[in-house]
């Protein structure tokens, strides 16, 4: 018997979401992307320009996801896009050293001095993933410390979730993760120096590194405490450990010279990424040369990579960077301010808790009251209401993160007239979770 076609899909992210899927596992390149957290279907983005999105429907949103942060300048921004395309005309990749990668590493290393030898490579979790094997190479010791709620990437070490003990080794994340890759990662929780304190005692000397978000993005926006890097660097020092800042959201986001510099704390080891591709594939690993020369072809830890320091990625990176000036980043601060203010100001009237935390351009929301300093409290938020806020947002033409917990970025282009759009719809989209009192 014939079964009759299916009625066309009524829109073209419909159509192409069902196609999406005979391909591509889940209809999608990376899992967040499906809309698997909030339902419905995911926009298909067809074209993007300055603070906006516009999918295969036609709609117009703006945009604060910003391809996860990378998207600092706005998109296409018109120096990258004509620093990329210079770049293709010289031809898109040679897997030979170029001037381009000497020269953002020269850009970077005035911005941030720890990183006194660096390497490109093309994503946040090879970065991440580099710089805890350089650092195991560098200590000889196999350990490495974590905290929950932050995120390093899907290396196997970083898919880790705590084990039952202070020290305790962890458990695997993920399935395909062997236990023994997950038993030498100590997971703990965020702003707590007597944790801390603990687990580097238990372990007598086996840890070679601690990683952290200096200032987490991955679950929600967290601060961290007054002293508590102070006192994860001093117990790094007083342990022979290194210190690890993953910078790949936060460097170039919070200011010029990334969390480090807002905060004063050198770490041996940072990880960047996202803003340093200028919305290319880059990221880099670096820090103190004494561990950097470890790596090979100076010394016996291997890692390597063949389109890494594109130039396509490099001319991106170099022309974003040279954007980000003094101005910019008040620039990118107000419009922070301006869409916390937005957000507590729609909530208070609706009724709706609501905790926000900001650092430089990103914004962190969470649909409760109270104080969140760690990922029991980032988790205790409400969840259900931030499906039902994203997709007032998204029906109001605002395009939030697909997902709680997840930052919020703005871009030099988020300007007055989108600003004031997001200051409305905000309004309107609060007001329908709003509880009703009386
Ligand atoms: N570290 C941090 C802090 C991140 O936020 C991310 C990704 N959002 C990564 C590492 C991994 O980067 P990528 O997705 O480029 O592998």
Redesign the pocket.
């Known amino acids: 018997m014939r079964v009759e076609a299916q009625a066309s899909p009524q829109s073209r992210n419909e159509a192409l979401f069902a196609r999406a899927q005979g391909v591509l596992a889940g209809g999608v390149s ?1 899992p967040v992307r499906s809309f698997r957290a909030v339902g419905g279907t995911p926009r298909f983005i067809g074209r993007a320009s300055g603070a906006h999105l516009t999918d295969e429907d036609g709609h117009t949103y703006i945009d604060f996801v910003l391809s ?2 990378a998207v600092i300048l706005g998109h296409a921004h018109p120096a990258v896009v004509s620093a990329i395309k210079a770049a293709a005309e010289r031809g898109t990749t040679y897997g030979a050293a170029t001037e381009a990668e000497v020269a953002l590493a020269e850009a970077i290393q005035k911005d941030m001095r720890s990183l006194e030898l660096l390497r490109f490579v093309n ?6 993933m580099s710089a805890l094997r350089v650092a195991r190479g560098f200590t000889g010791r196999d350990l490495v410390v974590m905290f929950e709620g ?5 290396a196997d070490p970083f898919l880790t979730k705590a084990g039952s003990g202070v020290a305790a080794a962890g458990l695997p994340k993920s399935a395909g993760v062997p236990a023994g890759a997950a038993r030498d990662t100590i997971v703990l929780p965020f702003n707590d120096e007597a944790a801390l304190e603990r687990a580097f005692k238990e372990t007598r000397g086996g840890i070679a590194a601690a990683i952290v ?1 200096p200032i987490p ?2 679950m929600g926006v967290v601060l961290p405490r007054p002293g508590f890097l102070e006192r994860l660097r001093e117990v790094c020092e007083e342990h022979d450990s290194l210190l690890i800042f ?4 936060t460097g170039y986001r919070v200011g010029r010279g990334g969390a480090q510099g807002r905060l004063r704390i050198e770490p041996d080891l940072t ?1 960047l ?2 803003v340093v591709g200028g919305g290319l ?1 880059a ?1 880099a690993f670096g820090g103190r040369r004494e561990v950097m020369e470890n790596l090979a072809p100076l010394g016996p830890v291997y890692q390597a990579g063949t389109l890494a320091g594109n130039p396509l990625v490099m001319a991106a990176g170099l022309a974003t960077l040279r954007a980000l000036t003094p101005a910019a980043y008040e620039q990118l601060d107000a419009a922070a301010a301006r869409l916390e203010n937005a957000l507590k100001g729609s909530a208070a009237a609706a009724g709706v808790p609501l905790t926000t935390a900001r650092a430089g351009g990103m914004v962190g929301a969470h649909l409760r009251s109270g104080l969140v300093e760690n990922f029991a409290d980032a988790r205790a938020t409400d969840l259900d209401g931030y499906r039902r806020l994203f997709h007032a947002l998204l029906g109001r033409g605002i395009y939030f993160p697909p997902s709680p917990l997840e930052a919020l970025f703005v871009s030099l282009a988020h300007g007055a007239s989108a600003m004031a759009k997001t200051d409305r719809a905000a309004a309107d989209a609060f007001a329908t979770l709003g509880r009703r009192v009386g």
């Open positions: 990376s996860w942060g994503s946040g979790t090879e970065a991440a932050c995120y390093h990437g899907h978000e993005a991955n993953d910078e790949v959201v990880c990424g996202k594939p990221a």
